[in-house]
C-alpha cells in the first residue's frame, strides 16, 4: 500500500506542472493576441469591418470628433443614413472613439459629435467617473474593438458635482445611494478648492483630469495602449449654451 500510495503522489506531481504550463500558455497567447489584434486589423481585416471609414489613428479620430463638433455647433450636421447602418452593423462594431460622460440629459455624444451608429462607444454615468465598470467597458473598446481614443467629456453645471460639494459643506451625507457619487467626485472637488473661480467649474475641470489620468495609468490594457501609441486620452468640457466642446490639454 506504501508503494501504490508514492505512485499516486509522484503521479499528481507530474499532472499539476503540465496544467499549470497549459494555462500559463494560453494566458500568454491571449496576451500577445490583445497586443496584435490592432495590427492584424489594419493589416489583414480593414476590408471586411463595418465602417472601414472608422480605422483611424488617435490623432486622426480626435480631429473626426472636432470637425464633428464644429458641424453641431453650427448647425450643419449632416444626419446619417440609419436604415443601412443598422445593417451594416448587425454582426460587429468598429467605433473610432470611446467617450466617458456623463448621464446628463442635456449632453448627447453621438449628437454633439455628428456621429452615425456605430461611431462612438459610449459609458454614461452622472459625474462622468472612471470606476471599475466603466475602465473595463473602456478596455474592451480598445483591446476587443481597437478603439484609438477616449474621451472623458465633463460638462457645465453638473448636478453630480454640485450635489457633491453641498455633501462636503454641510458634512451631512446624501439621501439613497448618492453618497457613492459623492466618494467618487470628492477627491476633484477636495484638490480643486481655491480662493478664486467658481468652486464648481473648478472642480468639474479638475474631475476631468483626474480620470483622463485614471484611464492612461489603467493597467494592463489601457496604459500599454497608451504607451504603444495606440491610444489616446483627452478630456473635453460640453458648453451648455452653445454645445462646444472645449479639449482639456
Known sequence: ????????????LMIK???RSLLLSLFAFSTVGMRLGANIVNANEAKRLPKPDNLLSPDAAL????EGNDRFVQ???????????????????????????CADSRIAPELAFDSGLGDLFVCRLAGNFANDVTVA????AVAVLNT????VLGHDHCGAIDATIK????????????PSLVAALAPAVQKSRQPTGDP?????????????????????????????????????????????????N
Open 200 to 248: 464648481s467649474a473648478n472642480a468639474i475641470r479638475q474631475n476631468v483630469i483626474d480620470n483622463v489620468d485614471t484611464l492612461k495609468s489603467a493597467g494592463p490594457i489601457l496604459n500599454a495602449a497608451v504607451e504603444q501609441n495606440r491610444l489616446k486620452v483627452v478630456g473635453g468640457l460640453y458648453r451648455l449654451d452653445t454645445g462646444r466642446v472645449d479639449l482639456l
Open 63 to 66: 480631429r473626426r470628433l472636432v
Open 1 to 12: 500500500m506504501h508503494a501504490d500510495r508514492s505512485s499516486n503522489i509522484s503521479r499528481s
Open 137 to 140: 467597458s473602456m478596455e474592451y
Open 167 to 178: 455633501s462636503l459643506n454641510d458634512d451631512k451625507p446624501a439621501p439613497g445611494h448618492i
Open 17 to 19: 506542472p503540465s496544467r
Open 148 to 151: 484609438p481614443l477616449i474621451l
Open 75 to 101: 448647425g450643419a450636421s449632416r444626419g446619417g443614413d440609419f436604415e443601412r447602418e443598422r445593417q451594416i452593423l448587425v454582426d460587429g462594431q468598429n467605433p473610432y472613439a470611446a467617450v466617458l460622460t
